[in-house]
Nanobody
Framework: QVQLVESGGGLVQPGGSLRLSCAAS????????MGWYRQTPGKERELVASISSSASPNYADSVKGRFTISRNNAENTVFLQMNSLKPDDTAVYYC?????????????????WGQGTQVTVSS
């Protein structure tokens, strides 16, 4: 099994910044894609940003130029630096990882979600 521990959410005023962290541990051979999603009540979960194992980032149009995703492969950690936050960024943010596991003498791909962390942007 793989555990994801998220941190860094909270309440911030419009224009402020927050940094989310997500650390993966457990049965991991390697991590391919790491990413952040967000969800608000009544809406589908949407991709915010993702980053490949070679550190190539991908961003939703709504956060380009404001958010930066990065990862530390040695510590199996992904970060999301969020600047110039807007009330529309208010959501529960979820970490997501695509891992390769060595189980039963074979490699297996698996997908895991964090428990979510609340980000609220309000004055």
């Amino acid at each position: 099994q793989v555990q994801l521990v998220e941190s860094g959410g909270g309440l911030v005023q419009p224009g402020g910044s927050l940094r989310l962290s997500c650390a993966a541990s457990g049965s991991i051979y390697s991590i391919r894609l790491m990413g952040w999603y967000r969800q608000t009540p009544g809406k589908e979960r949407e991709l915010v940003a993702s980053i490949s194992s070679s550190a190539s980032p991908n961003y939703a149009d709504s956060v380009k130029g404001r958010f930066t995703i990065s990862r530390n492969n040695a510590e199996n950690t992904v970060f999301l630096q969020m600047n110039s936050l807007k009330p529309d960024d208010t959501a529960v943010y979820y970490c997501n990882v695509d891992v390769v596991q060595w189980i039963g003498q074979t490699f297996r791909a698996a997908h895991f979600w964090g428990q979510g962390t609340q980000v609220t942007v309000s004055s």
